[in-house]
């Protein structure tokens, strides 16, 4: 169910502008890693680089590896379509599709790889529901439109509509920075949860977030302004917090900087 | 997964196999030779039915060679992939035909002479003649028309933006959209109605240009309306707040702050109507010789004056010249106001942005 | 500016001011200048309803007087022979000939349209997609009467081996069916009518496919969209309504073309079972063609036939138009 990542000599590219150089990390299956670090350091653009999101910017492109267990998803014959089947992801501001019901934007994901029969899909979506922690809020109305719930439960059903396909591997890019304290803190709690299930990697601005939630943390930075973003380093949540390695980190984390 | 009630379909590797890059390329070709072959061994004469051919060969091949290596979801993209690009070529080739037929037969008999001289009574049978009296009476037509629009639409839209709130402005601006889409020949028959019939003055250049007008004002209105709205409302507060009166911040500040859409507008306006036949047709009825005067008489434009060679001249080769190479001018004639247009609108973007 | 040397503002007066007082005073119309610039403006808004009204009233009052004279049946007669007396004149095959040529034009232009649109904004390449977009745009700005006399000359002459085969594989349908002469056919008339207006349909799609939200594709990509499944997913619904309303306008431009048909067609006055048989004929066509010889009456049954156009393009555009406010509400709740 959850893969493990091995990045290595990562470096991506907009058109000529170099947004990340040489990034070399692995992401353990079943845990949190965060991702941390000034704006423009890249960290987004990282993340994009795991389902090959990053791609789809006109004039994105990668150079390097990155193992989802022993495949590259670089590799030539990979199919970028069963990357982003196999690696799934939220967005920093909830985006249900507004023509669908919720119903069919938890189904979305399944109805593109095959057919099911009407029950199995309402099981799928009652699963994913559960899962996401808003069944209980939405199971009286399936068929009204997404675009009718608060950011909050949009969120939600965002994660529900990605988890409904089982991906190995969950990514979440500042899912909470668009959202109030309460609806953050059900955010993060699921998150809590759904580690259990799946590899999951968030990329945050909010250190306390990252320190409430992930077990490992990554800290990106970049040396100024036009330079790529590099992995500075990455190590236990902990000991990020406490007493980290590198000097540049302590200075963000106390607030000097960033 | 153990409490999964459903297995969920997933792929059970990354890799797929996929058709090398080149391969639409391929299948393009092949479909074009083929359709080619097709066409030239079944004697089919049209070269539109060789294109459709080729068209159909493309996205049926594509579909199942997709689907054969890819599968269905795979194909099924590919084959959207190749309709589009069949529509897109599809559309080009008539368009582009349009522009390199009308070049490539109107540059036969255009010159200096043409340009500079009238049809006289040089018969539809007989080479010669010019269409200087249809320039004429078009720049004429056009003219009057933009003299009446611009104020109307000017106002109008200043109206709408500046002080529309209530139930007037509503239905104006509904009507507005409605007078967009009223077809040429019904302003036309509206103007022959209460001008030529009920009020029975005669035809001229003038009831032309009133037919016009019907049609000019409203995209005047629309697009000067698109433009005021631009002009922030941070200049008009501070003009208001010197105490400045309205009217003057309107005419002092608004309209200059827009000028360079407006007249990107107008000229858009001007070459929309600047081909327009059919009111022309039953309003200015046409005339071979030089009438300088709008207000009197029939006159000559150019839109009319290719239709008139084509329609009334028995299929003579001289007149079918003579039409290419007048809607040729006519083409021209747009276009460089299109692009004399768009070329205001870009200058003058940046400084309208907010 | 003459701020500066502007006399005080008068003191308020005592007494409060009238609720007419209060409105004009809101609208900033209470000065001299502002008042009469306010009544230009006004009256040019006034002025444009007058003129629909107008176009509505001339044209009812002049088709009012023959149409009391016909002997024919307005709506069913196959004859146009309005001159004589008694008239006798119907718009049967008039209405057949402009629905049916529109249709062709909206089956072929609409579905072009949408994939030149995809193939601009998610298909070309980006540094094609800008000016390709750009010369379809100056496309839309050909006169109708150009394209009247390519289809003529040009596009006619082509036609008649794609008319052979319609007829070799479809004549039994009996639409299809072909004798032969000069394809100056309906058909024709809906070919030329779509490649016109295809442009305009283009324009108005590509933009709104242009802005289908960036998040909504992306979503659909990060769940494992082929990029076709993207569009579906995500473009389509966002400018199925745009496409609608764009396609109207089209529609709207079809039914009332007049030039382009009126060069291509050879008319008559019968309804033919196949598409392909020349004749037919459409309302802007007729008026085009029937009007150097009409007298008086004949004129005003010309307007009686024009009047049931400008309804018909009312009620197309009307729609249209209730296409596009609902859209706008829509897309507003969703920002």
């Not at chain 2, 069949?86 to 490539?104: G, H, K, N, Q």
């Amino acid at each position: 169910m959850a893969k493990r990542i091995d990045v290595s000599g990562l470096t991506a590219y907009y058109s000529s502008h170099k947004a990340i150089e040489d990034i070399s990390m692995t992401v353990e299956p079943r845990s949190v890693t965060a991702f941390i670090g000034p704006s423009g350091c890249g960290k987004s653009t990282f993340l994009r680089t795991l389902n090959r999101m990053h791609e789809v910017t006109p004039g994105g492109r990668v150079e390097g590896k990155v193992l989802l267990d022993d495949e590259d998803l670089y590799g030539s014959h990979v199919d970028p379509v069963a990357v982003r089947r196999t690696v799934g992801m939220v967005f920093q501001r909830p985006n249900p599709f507004p023509t669908m019901s919720i119903f069919d934007n938890v189904a979305a994901g399944l109805r593109l790889n095959g057919s099911y029969k009407k029950s199995e899909l309402n099981d799928v979506v009652e699963k994913s529901l559960k899962g996401a922690n808003l069944w209980n809020e939405v199971k009286d109305r399936l068929n009204k439109p997404g675009s009718g719930l608060s950011g909050g439960q949009q969120q939600r059903l965002c994660i529900a509509r990605a988890i409904a396909v089982e991906p190995q591997v969950l990514l979440m890019d500042e899912p909470c920075s668009a959202l109030d304290p309460i609806s953050t803190l059900a955010i993060e709690d699921l998150i809590g949860e759904l580690k259990e299930r799946f590899t999951i990697v968030i990329v945050t601005h909010n250190m306390q977030q990252a320190a409430r939630v992930s077990d490992r943390t990554a800290f990106f930075n970049l040396a100024a302004v036009g330079q790529p973003g590099k992995l500075i380093e990455i190590d236990e949540t902990e000991r990020i917090f406490s007493n980290p390695s590198v000097q540049a980190t302590e200075d963000y984390i106390s607030g000097r900087f960033g | 997964m153990s409490h999964a009630t459903v297995p969920v379909k997933r792929p059970d590797s990354l890799s797929a196999a996929r058709l090398p890059r080149w391969s639409p390329w391929a299948i393009a070709i092949g479909s074009v030779a083929a359709g080619c072959a097709i066409g030239l061994g079944a004697g089919l004469d049209s070269r539109i039915q060789w294109g459709l051919i080729a068209a159909l060969l493309f996205v049926g091949v594509t579909y199942a060679l997709g689907a054969k290596v890819e599968g269905r979801r795979q194909a099924k993209d590919r084959v959207a992939t190749s309709l589009v690009w069949v529509a897109f070529i599809l559309a080009v080739i008539p368009l582009a035909s349009l522009v390199y037929e009308t070049v490539a037969r109107g540059i036969k008999v255009l010159d200096v002479y043409f340009l500079t001289h009238s049809m006289g009574f040089v018969t539809s049978y007989e080479p010669g003649g010019g269409i200087y009296h249809a320039i004429l009476g078009t720049l004429e037509q056009v003219g009057l028309a933009t003299l009446i629009s611009v104020p109307i639409g000017l106002l109008t839209a200043i109206y709408l933006v500046e002080y529309g709130r209530g139930k007037l402005a509503k239905a104006v601006t509904f009507f507005v959209d409605v007078m967009t889409g009223i077809p040429s020949i019904v302003a036309g028959l509206f103007i022959l109605s209460f001008w030529i019939l009920i009020l029975g003055f005669g035809y001229s250049g003038f009831a032309g240009s009133m037919a016009l007008s019907i049609l000019m004002i409203p995209v005047v209105v629309r697009s000067t309306e698109e433009m005021l709205k631009l002009v922030p409302n941070e200049l008009r507060e501070a003009s208001l707040a010197l105490g400045v009166p309205k009217w003057r911040t309107i005419l002092k500040v608004v309209l200059p702050t827009s000028i360079g859409g407006i007249t990107t507008g107008v000229m858009l306006a001007v070459a929309r109507i600047a081909g327009e036949t059919a009111p022309v047709l039953l309003l200015v009825f046409g005339n071979p010789l030089i009438n300088g005067n709008p207000f009197s008489g029939p006159q000559a434009s150019l839109p009319l004056y290719i239709y008139d060679q084509y329609a009334k001249s028995g299929g003579s080769q001289a007149a079918y010249d003579r039409a290419w190479a007048a809607a040729l001018v006519l083409i021209a004639f747009i276009m460089i106001l299109n692009l004399v247009a768009r070329g205001i609108a870009r200058w003058k973007a940046p400084k309208s942005g907010r | 500016m003459d701020i500066a040397t502007q006399p005080p503002a008068p003191p308020a007066p005592a007494d409060r001011p009238t609720p007419a007082e209060q409105k004009r005073a809101a609208r900033g119309a209470t000065r001299p200048g502002d008042r009469v610039f306010l009544g230009l403006s006004r009256g040019s808004g006034i002025l444009l309803l007058a003129i629909m009204a107008a176009i509505a009233i001339f044209l009812t009052y002049r088709a009012s007087l023959v149409l009391s004279k016909n002997e024919g049946n307005f709506l069913t007669t196959f004859e146009w022979n309005a001159t004589a007396t008694p008239p006798v004149f119907g718009i049967a095959v008039l209405a057949f000939g402009t629905i049916v040529t529109s249709i062709i034009a909206m089956l072929i232009a609409v579905p072009v349209s949408v994939g030149i649109a995809l193939f601009i904004t998610h298909y070309a390449p980006k540094k094609l997609g800008g000016p390709i977009a750009y010369v379809i745009d100056l496309l839309a700005a050909v006169p109708s009467i150009v394209y009247g006399l390519w289809g003529a000359l040009f596009l006619v002459p082509h036609l008649e081996g794609l008319f052979g085969w319609l007829d070799d594989y479809f004549g039994w349908t009996g639409i299809f069916a072909w004798q032969g002469g000069a394809p100056r056919t309906l058909l024709t008339v809906g070919i030329l009518l779509a490649i016109m207006i295809l442009p305009i349909i283009t324009n108005v799609s590509r933009e709104v496919f242009r802005q289908a939200p960036q998040m909504h594709q992306e979503a659909a990509l990060a769940l494992g969209a082929t990029r076709w499944e993207v569009i579906r997913m995500s473009v389509i619904p966002f400018g199925r309504s745009g496409v609608i309303s764009a396609s109207m306008l089209g529609l709207g431009r079809a039914l009332g073309e007049t030039m382009a048909v009126a060069t291509v067609l050879s008319p008559d006055f019968l309804i033919h079972a196949s598409l392909l048989d020349p004749g037919g004929g459409t309302f802007a066509q007729n008026i085009a063609a029937k009007f150097s010889e009409a007298n008086d009456q004949g004129r005003d049954a010309l307007i009686a036939s024009g009047l049931v156009l400008f309804v018909i393009t009312l009620l197309v555009n009307g729609a249209a138009r209730l296409i596009i406010a609902r859209r706008k509400e829509y897309s507003g709740a969703n920002a």
